[in-house]
């Protein structure tokens, strides 16, 4: 069993940043492919951004250029740095872990492990 818990999330303004944490818990956390997944109101999830468990990186191209994925395995964290955000970037953002996944990207229904979400409003 794998915990998944997201931090990082709040209000700011068009333009700004924010960035987000993902901290896993309950396996090797070198093992585990991360993503990240938003969902707005009334829309449905969309895949964001992942890093698997050999580093590799994907991106949704509407973020492509603005949000950078990282990980830190000493410290079972996956990252989410946003940068030049808009207002479509408003959406409740959950991070999700798999062990051993690959995919470009990973599809949201391999993912085993999901964390609550955390909201992310961008107001303009």
């Known amino acids: 069993q794998v915990t998944v818990v997201e931090s990082g999330g709040g209000l700011v303004q068009a333009g700004g940043s924010l960035r987000l944490s993902c901290a896993a818990s309950?396996?090797?956390?070198?093992?585990?492919?991360m993503g990240w997944f938003r969902q707005a109101p009334g829309k449905e999830r969309e895949f964001v951004a992942d890093?698997?468990?050999?580093?590799?990186?994907y991106y949704a191209d509407s973020v492509k250029g603005r949000f950078t994925i990282s990980r830190d395995n000493t410290k079972n964290t996956v990252y989410l740095q946003m940068i030049s955000l808009k207002p479509e970037d408003t959406a409740v953002y959950y991070c999700?872990?798999?062990?051993?996944?690959?995919?470009?990207?990973?599809?949201?229904?391999?993912?085993?492990?999901w964390g609550q979400g955390t909201q992310v409003t961008v107001s303009s």
């Open positions: 999700a872990a798999g062990p051993g996944l690959l995919g470009t990207p990973v599809a949201a229904s391999r993912y085993s492990y």
């Open positions: 309950g396996r090797t956390f070198s093992t585990l492919t």
């Open positions: 890093i698997k468990w050999i580093g590799s990186t």
